[in-house]
């Protein structure tokens, strides 16, 4: 793998690799990570130096408020380099590959903006890393779950196949695997994150086919090797609802992992909440809606997987007037850019104290050209939107962009992208290219 000398730096501090010796340092926690990292940015030290053999020097000034992680934890995490390059061989002969919050290009702004410093410092996965940008909706309910659901599961899936979205679930037996299965056959986008033997899942044969055709990622914030662990599938749950658009709770028991998910989404708000009608009356279905979920139809061809997105902090279905209303100098700004001090993220430890400018001299003459003006009541039609998007993907799509890449960078939703993309190629002012599937402004110049 091509790791930079950061992104081995974090791996080595907060991953396991292969069996734990009972004596060994254990490799720091999203917390305990978070505190170092911290630390880190405010001294001016990049994690990379922490490998250039003076790292003694560069310790002797850390103190952990918790006294957990220890200098002596952190020298020994840093000498496993050994272990951790077997590792990193192993797994990259099996497909998979590794990406660290330092991965600005490649790691997922959703997890930052949602979790800020408890995003977790390192992903494990296998397929396409820009799925993991394009969100879509969370499909999660019970391992046991009756045939019904699991047919209804199913449906979900091959609607938001059908509707251009993508499924983000867990890749347990039961609703998870049916959601994600639905949505692979009928050729849509499909985010597994999965609490363990994410390394089996990769070549299991119920999986091959989604990702060999570059339409299914699966991905863990734990060892690729590990086995089940209950505290590990009742973690991974928030990383499921932080990668979606939207939720829906096939079927919840009165207690246990989609109940607890569904919960503790709901007093995080991190994304609307959905669940289907049951007349099962010992589901947890009802009383997760007395928590302030919403229901959703049981019948399936009544459900408009659409609707679900109402509400969506990243759906811009409902909203998409106010996008194009706001002033010139945040029409076409990042996606969920993340101030330091709202997550107090690493990630500008990677950059060193200088300060990283974001000015982007091609968006603002887009925004300038645009002109846009307040000062008198226009009339906004369909088209004049498609116009904007036409002179925004001027600039962004003079190298090839693909269409994930597109919908994190306008913050705009994947299926009106979808149709735009169409529409512009329809126009011949854009090119499709192939493996992987991108596109790129015709210069007629």
Known sequence: MNLTTTAQAIILLTSYFGKQDKDAAKPLTNAEWARFAMWLRDSKISPADLLDNNEKALLSHWRDPKNKVTQDRVEALLKRGHSMALALEKWSRSGLWVITRADKDSYPKRLLHQLG??????????????LLKAGGVAVVGSRNAS?????????????????????????????????MLGAMNAGGAVVGILADSLLKASTSAKYRSGLMNGNVVLVSPFNP??????????????????????????????????????????????????????????AGNARIVAAGASWCSENIAELDVQSLLVNSAYSKVNNQTDLFSQPQADLFAQPNEISQSECNDELPVEDGPEKETKNNEALVETKESASLTHSEPEVVSKDSFYQLFV?????VAREPISEAELVEASELHKGQVKSWLALALEQKLINKLTRPVRYQWIDES
């Open 225 to 282: 090797e590990a086995g089940f662990n209950r505290f590990n599938a009742m973690d991974r749950n928030k990383y499921i609802y932080c990668l979606a658009d939207t939720s829906l709770v096939v079927h919840s028991g009165a207690k246990g992992g989609t109940w607890e998910g569904a919960i503790q989404n709901l007093k995080k708000a991190w994304v609307p909440t959905w669940v289907k009608q049951t007349q099962d009356s010992s």
């Open 391 to 395: 002179q925004y993907l001027q600039t």
């Open 117 to 130: 410093n408890q995003a977790p410092p390192v992903l494990y996965g296998c397929g396409d890393k820009a």
């Open 147 to 179: 045939l019904a659901d699991l047919a209804y599961a199913e449906q979900v899936g091959l609607k938001a196949a059908s509707a251009g979205l993508g499924i983000v679930s867990g890749g347990a037996r039961g609703v998870d695997e049916s959601s």
